[in-house]
């Protein structure tokens, strides 16, 4: 990768009691090692924002139509298959107009976590590492759909997807 160009990730809390809060360089961490070990070599900017329960139930209902809470939305900004984050040339011959001018970086997506459903997973599936590990592994998923990935049907993507987040997670230091 170019040194003076780097992926850039923006990350803020909105709406989340202070004692909710998320660790902001777990998220960058994760993104990071995501696009790292998937390849990207075009300076990317990914934008994160940790929310609470209520706001992402509303998010979710606006744009997905589920008025329900959900864990993790993603918001490309790019159309990318996985194969383009996976190989050189995908990337490379990136359409200059996904670049902006300004900044030199391809903005890839948004990300909105809720902070209340990252807690509450990280009790009910007793992950050993606590919500340090919740908060990545949500993360990488997300960037994994931001980079094309799917899950919905049960097949060879899911398994793909799925492959790609346990290595990420054991690059990352999770190993289960």
């Given at each position: 990768m170019n040194e003076h160009k780097k992926h850039k990730v923006y990350a803020r809390h909105s709406a989340v009691e202070p004692k909710d809060r998320l660790s902001i360089s777990m998220i960058k961490r994760a993104v990071l090692t995501t696009l790292r070990i998937q390849g990207v070599e075009v300076p990317c900017e990914v934008s994160v924002l940790i929310t609470d329960e209520r706001s992402i139930r509303e998010i979710n209902k606006e744009y997905r139509g589920m008025d329900k809470?959900?864990?993790?939305?993603?918001?490309?900004?790019?159309?990318?298959?996985?194969?383009?984050?996976?190989?050189?040339?995908?990337?490379?011959?990136?359409?200059?107009?996904?670049?902006?001018?300004?900044?030199?970086?391809?903005?890839?997506?948004?990300?909105?976590?809720?902070?209340?459903?990252?807690?509450?997973?990280?009790?009910?599936?007793?992950?050993?590492?606590?919500?340090?590990?919740?908060?990545?592994?949500?993360?990488?998923?997300?960037?994994?759909?931001?980079l094309g990935y799917d899950h919905v049907d049960e097949g060879e993507d899911k398994k793909k997807m799925r492959e790609c987040e346990k290595a990420i997670m054991q690059e990352l230091g999770y190993d289960n």
């Open positions: 809470p959900t864990d993790v939305l993603s918001f490309p900004m790019q159309e990318i298959t996985p194969m383009q984050s996976q190989t050189l040339d995908g990337w490379e011959s990136a359409p200059t107009d996904a670049i902006d001018p300004e900044t030199g970086l391809m903005p890839l997506g948004e990300i909105i976590i809720s902070a209340t459903q990252t807690i509450k997973q990280a009790h009910e599936h007793g992950h050993r590492y606590g919500i340090d590990h919740e908060t990545a592994y949500l993360t990488v998923h997300s960037v994994l759909h931001l």
